[in-house]
T-cell receptor, first 115, second 114 residues
Framework: EPEVTQTPSHQVTQMGQEVILRCVPI?????FYWYRQILGQKVEFLVS????????KSEIFDDQFSVERPDGSNFTLKIRSTKLEDSAMYFC?????????????FGPGTRLTVL | GNSVTQMEGPVTLSEEAFLTINCTYT??????LFWYVQYPGEGLQLLLK?????DKGSNKGFEATYRKETTSFHLEKGSVQVSDSAVYFC?????????????FGKGITLSVRP
């Protein structure tokens, strides 16, 4: 069964450094998402992406964040200058359609630790 | 805005016990409702969903009914197994602009003892 993959599984970085989190969505999906979960808190929406453009972004997704689909398979989240509060589990998701009832398929997550 | 509230956890049950995990929501419009499950070391997996009022989602012995009058989507299972030990997330999705986004509850950890 096709699945969303994410790399790395765990990333440790120093405050102020740039990180790139990588995701490979399911191949025939058109809609892509990033969510994050700070330890002990809710899973929060960051951004949605369709047709090489951001469709919607949350207040969390400020100028330090960017997303890109550099080729036909990868979907990346870049944090330009990491802060301590960026430490979280980051989940990528994809879906074939974008209706409210359509299922989003999640990857296993990347745990980002900012020191 | 939209929000999802789940009962506080963790929950510990003995095998074959009855499970209820409460979930209530606040939303404008007509959201779809989901339960996702996260097994240890894995990502979020869809467990079940319901897209309109009075729909019942079911999968792997779990059930949840979309109750618009009480704005609830409680998860139930008649007889839990050790393999059901995981974190359970209630979520809603409402179409916003070009696509939809999920709004999650905090998640609840279920541990099932043999």
């Amino acid at each position: 069964e096709p699945e969303v993959t994410q790399t790395p599984s765990h990333q440790v970085t120093q405050m102020g450094q740039e990180v790139i989190l990588r995701c490979v969505p399911i191949s025939n999906h058109l809609y892509f998402y990033w969510y994050r979960q700070i330890l002990g808190q809710k899973v929060e929406f960051l951004v949605s992406f369709y047709n090489n453009e951001i469709s919607e972004k949350s207040e969390i997704f400020d100028d330090q964040f960017s997303v890109e689909r550099p080729d036909g398979s990868n979907f990346t989240l870049k944090i330009r200058s990491t802060k301590l509060e960026d430490s979280a589990m980051y989940f990528c998701a994809s879906s074939p359609l974008a209706g409210a009832g359509d299922t989003q398929y999640f990857g296993p997550g990347t745990r980002l630790t900012v020191l | 805005g939209n929000s999802v509230t789940q009962m506080e956890g963790p929950v510990t049950l003995s095998e074959e016990a009855f499970l209820t995990i409460n979930c209530t929501y606040t939303a404008t419009g007509y959201p779809s409702l989901f339960w996702y499950v996260q097994y240890p070391g894995e990502g979020l997996q869809l467990l079940l969903k319901a897209t309109k009022a009075d729909d019942k989602g079911s999968n792997k012995g779990f059930e949840a009914t979309y109750r618009k009058e009480t704005t609830s989507f409680h998860l139930e299972k008649g007889s839990v197994q050790v393999s059901d030990s995981a974190v359970y997330f209630c979520a809603l999705s409402a179409l916003t602009g070009a696509n939809s986004k999920l709004t999650f509850g905090k998640g609840i950890t279920l541990s099932v003892r043999p």
